[in-house]
């Protein structure tokens, strides 16, 4: 069983930075990918950035630029920074592993951008 904890939702200003973190139970660089998922009230869910175990990334539009995923093997953790943060970026935040055709999510974090 692979639990995942976030944190480093806050409230921040638009133009300001975050850095999200996600430590998992296990060894992430057994996991065949990890991910951070946003949902916004009212708004379904949606993938904002993904690591693979080989290192490579990809993000939705909207961050391309701004966010960016990055893990610590050592520390079981990846992280999602996030810069020139805007007021639609405000949702919470979760994260999610792969592992061996299972999906294991965290209980997420909000982030709240204000103008």
Known sequence: QVQLVESGGSLVQAGGSLRLSCAA???????????????????????????????????????KGRFTISRDNAKNTVYLQMNSLKPE???????????????????????????
Request: charged letters at 15%; aromatic letters at 10%.
């Open 25 to 63: 139970s296990g060894s992430i660089s057994t996991f065949n990918a990890m991910g951070w998922y946003r949902q916004a009230p009212g708004k379904q869910r949606e993938l904002v950035a993904v690591i693979h175990s080989g290192g490579s990334t990809g993000y939705v539009d909207s961050v």
């Open 89 to 115: 970026d405000t949702a919470v935040y979760s994260c999610k592993a792969v592992l061996s055709g299972r999906e294991y999510w965290g209980q997420g974090t909000q982030v709240t951008v204000s103008s």
